[in-house]
């Protein structure tokens, strides 16, 4: 049996409703230290998977999380979202990323820059990717400081704020 299928007037019909889909957040509710505002990109550690459909994302010790792989092939939904305040800067902007394959030479990124002139910022992007079975994504940030690149930044650690996403759409 096929999970998905097109019906006679062409639409996707999801025969099984254990399609692959995942949420990750923080169960913390506090800042968290990511790393320096000088463009790096660092990739998140949720501590709760608040949904986590054909186990498509694996705990990474001690329950953490942060990579999703496709358990089939398929065109998926990604979001992520990533908030930081505490952080003061005219010259700023945080960036949410959403990178296929990071482990690979192959790799590709999705990307969104939100610029800031206060004491928080967020950045946040969706995006449809096509995958096959085996193939992973992952949601990363940075921060970029012109004035003060040496500086720290945080992560608001929060599951309404700061989260990651999918979900099999066809």
């Not at 949904?51 to 953490?64: E, K, L, M, R, S």
């Amino acid at each position: 049996a096929t999970a998905i299928a097109i019906d006679g007037s062409e639409r996707v019909v999801f025969s099984n409703t254990n399609r692959p889909q995942f949420h990750l957040a923080f169960s913390n509710n506090d800042n968290s230290n990511v790393g320096t505002a000088n463009g790096t990109l660092y990739k998140i550690t949720y501590t709760q998977a608040i949904t986590n459909v054909g186990t498509c994302v694996a705990d990474a010790g001690g329950g953490t999380y942060h990579t999703f792989t496709a358990p089939i092939a398929g065109l998926y939904l990604f979001y992520t979202s990533h908030y930081t305040s505490n952080y003061t800067s005219d010259q700023t902007k945080i960036s949410a990323y959403l990178i296929v394959d990071d482990d690979s030479g192959d790799n590709f990124s999705l990307q969104s820059w939100s610029a800031g002139h206060e004491t928080t910022l967020s950045a946040s992007t969706t995006h449809s990717i096509y995958l096959t079975a085996g193939q992973t994504v992952a949601s990363f940030m940075s921060m970029l400081d012109a004035n003060a690149t040496s500086n720290t930044f945080q992560i608001y650690r929060n599951k309404n704020l700061s989260y990651f996403g999918g979900i099999l759409i066809g």
